[in-house]
């Protein structure tokens, strides 16, 4: 309760800030349209009025619920205008990216551990990736792929990967060199190979590392399906139904694809701190 | 003690160089280890016993001098599984139950698998853990977790054990207890140990010989071969010739700081 109620707080106030926002950004337009007709307004046409519009430039909260909740569970799962469909395009090439992204980000720092050459030259390029912005480089991607008869699902997985690979192997490299001079001594006077010493301290040891960079890569990797559909004209996914908003001054639309990503990201995020958890309760270092 | 020295040192030098200048962490140092002795290393901090312990080890190699190790090289003689090596904190993987530390050099060092549980059944008895194979280190006490330490350097059979400050970190009473224990290992195994340690009733209870050194540079100021029998109960602490003892292993740390 104690915890519940600033929360709540914090909650209320966003939303009485949005009414007032919409209120205010809205009424604008009504009162154009009651100029033209020649109409006189009350206030309270002005309030039911901007609560109501197809077309506000922002819509009221409970408009964005209604419309999450007929796309959601009043639709078809199949069905074009259902934002469960569009969620899961854009949810499968965030799952692709993200193994791709965390695969090729463990392998990385795997090399830039045990590998002098990659320790000094991999890492300014990594760094260097992610200084250029993601809303340039994914339409190159896009077409370089497309040239090669690639569309769909891959190159949208691979700008997610472009995304997540990063916090993964900056985790990474540092939970692989976790372990203390003391531990790494002690393989050493096993005769231990680097082979032994890596999958019996050097990974265990990195573990909560990984999982916290996973938390990261896959929120990342969401972001980098969803620019990933903007630039194509995608028709399909939650990027696809922003821009098709956008279009067509849908703003209701684009508000409720907004959410359904952040919701979507947030149980994204939160499967995998239920999975760091108990895989670090499993191995005795939850502390 | 007349055979071949186990560990034999000659005018062994180490020289650390840091961005402060070159340390001199050992200088002409010169020992003889018997087989089956109990050596004690004490002096004030920096004198060099974790460096002298290491390099026994091969874990750091000296700039200086001769060292063997059952007559090898001491690298040759880590790759024989000459020692085990038992720091100052147990360092236990909390991902493996204490069984599965115990495995951790079994594994390396690719003994079979029913090899294995053998091995671990019997230095468990050794170290009076038995029945607690299953446990995580963090339901092991502190002393419990050294003990378990102790095991896994005991675990493939080295015939030579190095301790730094092993019982550093526990208290009193539980240090008590650990050294009567260590001491019937000892006995019952016939090992070579090298005990590191900063207390002086430690050092005398525990060692049939007392390596007394100093630092700056580091280097060994008193050996002292121990009078006392080597069945020792903890009362022995009481009597004359132990307290003799450690009264010139006093006088040896005392002359030592002379220099300074
Ligand atoms: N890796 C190292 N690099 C530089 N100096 C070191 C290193 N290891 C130990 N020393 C120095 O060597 C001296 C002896 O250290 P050490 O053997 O750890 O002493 P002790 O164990 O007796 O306290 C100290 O002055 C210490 O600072
Ligand atoms: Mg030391």
């Given amino acids: ?287 | 003690m007349t055979q071949t020295p186990v560990i034999q040192a000659q005018n062994l030098d180490l020289t650390f160089q840091t961005n402060d200048g070159p340390i001199h962490a050992l200088k002409g140092v010169d020992l003889e280890i018997g087989k089956g002795e109990f050596v004690s290393f004490i002096g004030p901090s920096g004198c060099g016993k974790t460096t002298f312990l290491r390099v026994i080890a091969a874990l750091e190699h000296p700039t200086g001098g001769t060292i063997t190790v059952n007559g090898m090289t001491p690298d040759e003689a880590r790759q024989k599984r000459a020692y085990g090596y038992v720091f100052q904190a147990a360092g236990l993987y909390p991902w493996r139950t204490i069984a599965g530390n115990i495995k951790l050099p079994l594994e390396i060092m690719g003994f079979s698998r029913a090899e294995q549980e053998e091995r671990v059944k019997n230095v468990l008895q050794l170290v009076d853990l038995e029945g607690f194979g299953g446990k995580f280190p963090w339901q092991l006490s502190g002393g419990m977790q050294q003990r378990a330490s102790i095991a896994r350097a005991l675990a493939f059979d080295a015939d030579i054990l190095l301790m730094d400050e092993p019982f550093g970190a526990l208290d009193e009473i539980v240090r008590d207890h650990l050294n009567e224990q260590l001491l019937a290992l000892w006995a019952r195994t016939e090992k070579t140990i090298g005990f590191v340690t900063h207390s002086i009733p430690e050092a005398v209870y525990l060692s049939t010989k007392i390596v007394v050194m100093s630092p700056r540079p580091g280097r060994i100021t008193d050996v002292i071969d121990s009078p006392l029998p080597r069945e020792r109960p903890l009362d022995i602490r009481d009597t004359p010739e132990f307290l003799e003892v450690a009264h010139r292993v006093r006088e040896g740390l005392r002359a030592g700081h002379a220099y300074d």
């Avoid at chain 1, 205010?24 to 009651?34: F, V």
């Avoid at chain 1, 700008?159 to 692989?176: D, E, H, N, T, W």
């Avoid at chain 1, 703003?251 to 939160?270: D, K, M, Y």
Wanted: aromatic share 8%.
């Fill in chain 1, 1 to 287: 309760m104690s915890r519940a109620l600033p929360v709540l707080t914090v909650v209320a106030a966003i939303l009485a800030l949005w009414y007032a926002a919409a209120v205010w950004m809205n009424a604008t337009w009504t009162r154009d349209q009651a100029e033209r007709a020649g109409v006189e307004l009350s206030v309270s046409d002005i309030l039911t009025d901007t609560m109501a519009q197809e077309r506000p430039v922002l819509p009221a909260p409970h408009q964005v619920v209604t419309e999450l909740w007929n796309t959601t569970a009043r639709k078809k799962v199949t069905s074009k205008r259902s934002l469960v469909f569009h969620g899961w395009i854009t949810l499968s090439a965030t799952l692709l990216g993200f193994a791709i992204g965390t695969g090729a980000g463990i392998l990385l720092a795997i090399g830039i551990v045990h590998n002098r050459a990659m320790d000094m030259s991999v890492m300014p390029w990594a760094i260097a990736s992610q200084t250029i912005p993601i809303l340039a480089i994914a339409p190159m991607i896009i077409v370089v792929l497309n040239s090669l008869g690639i569309q769909g699902l891959v190159p949208k997985a691979i700008i997610s990967a472009y995304l997540s690979f990063f916090p993964v192997v900056v985790g990474m490299v540092k939970g692989l060199r976790s372990p203390d001079a003391m531990q790494l001594d002690l393989m050493r006077t096993y005769n231990a190979s680097g082979r032994e010493s890596f999958w019996k301290l050097r990974l265990p040891s990195s573990m909560p590392y990984l999982f916290t960079s996973l938390k990261i890569g896959i929120a990342a990797s969401l972001v980098g399906a969803i620019v990933g559909e903007l630039p194509t004209g995608a028709i399909r996914g939650l990027g696809a139904r922003m821009l098709t908003g956008s279009y067509y001054g849908q703003t209701i639309q684009i508000w409720s694809a907004l959410f359904a990503a952040a919701i979507l990201a947030a149980c994204l995020v939160g499967i995998v701190g239920v999975l760091q958890r108990v895989t670090l309760k499993r191995m005795g270092m939850d502390q």
